[in-house]
């Protein structure tokens, strides 16, 4: 069906710690994987994505874990800075139709200096 | 290349009114998508447009309709407006590959409050 499951709503970081946000999913037909990262006021901004065929990828601090298997995928941010401070969001698209993207419910993040 | 652009950016209404929001997709891209988002339903995927057809629904009452032109910009219109549709319509573009699941770029929103 159409859900994905993102843990946790809210994530409190103290700045230079890692910060690890995991998605869970039961439509097994996506196979492409987005993450975006919306400040405040501010429109949703692709941060990083992953397709099926690879298990994760890395842009620098910011890394990306899929198990197909499990159903999974984690966002992992490591030496955390103030400004990425932000709500994030997973998502992946529903097998049911083209481009409709299906959205985790968000995870605010806030790194404290 | 511009990036996604949306008209107005803010807009106030009363119950009962109607609304129309547009939407620029980045040059080239055909495929346009309507996203709903409130602090207590998130992103909420409303519709989607290829090539001047909906190919997607969501689930919203029909009040929310839309329609795309032949150049991809895109329209969404919402007939007597209720609270609750208060909240921040956003639009996202994509190339549309065929059998290819992309990335959607964002526009900046139109923040719509019904009084």
């Known amino acids: 069906g159409e859900n994905v499951e993102q843990h946790p709503s809210t994530l409190s970081v103290q700045e230079g710690d890692s910060a690890v946000i995991k998605c869970t999913y039961s439509d097994s037909a996506s196979n492409y994987f987005p993450w975006y990262k919306q400040e405040l006021g501010k429109r949703p901004q692709l941060i990083i994505d992953i397709r099926s065929n690879v298990g994760e990828k890395k842009d620098q601090r910011i890394a990306v874990t899929l198990n197909k298997t499990a159903k999974h995928f984690s966002l992992h941010i490591t030496e955390t800075q103030p400004e990425d401070s932000a709500v994030y969001f997973c998502?992946?698209?529903?097998?049911?139709?083209?481009?409709?993207?299906?959205f985790g419910a968000g995870t605010r993040l806030a790194v404290h200096p | 290349k511009a990036g996604v652009t949306q008209t107005p950016r803010y807009l106030i209404k009363t119950r009962g009114q109607q609304v129309t929001l547009s939407c620029s997709p980045i040059s080239g891209h055909r495929s346009v998508s309507w996203y709903q988002q409130t602090p207590g339903q998130g992103l909420q995927f409303l519709f989607e447009y290829f090539s001047e057809t909906q190919r997607n629904k969501g689930n919203f009452p029909g009040r929310f309709s839309g329609r795309q032109f032949s150049n991809s910009r895109s329209e969404m219109n919402v007939s007597t407006l209720e609270l609750g549709d208060s909240a921040l319509y956003l639009c996202a573009s994509s190339p549309s590959l065929a059998g290819v699941q992309e990335t959607q770029y964002f526009g900046p929103g139109t923040r719509l409050l019904v009084l």
């Open positions: 998502a992946l698209y529903f097998s049911g139709g083209y481009n409709k993207l299906i």
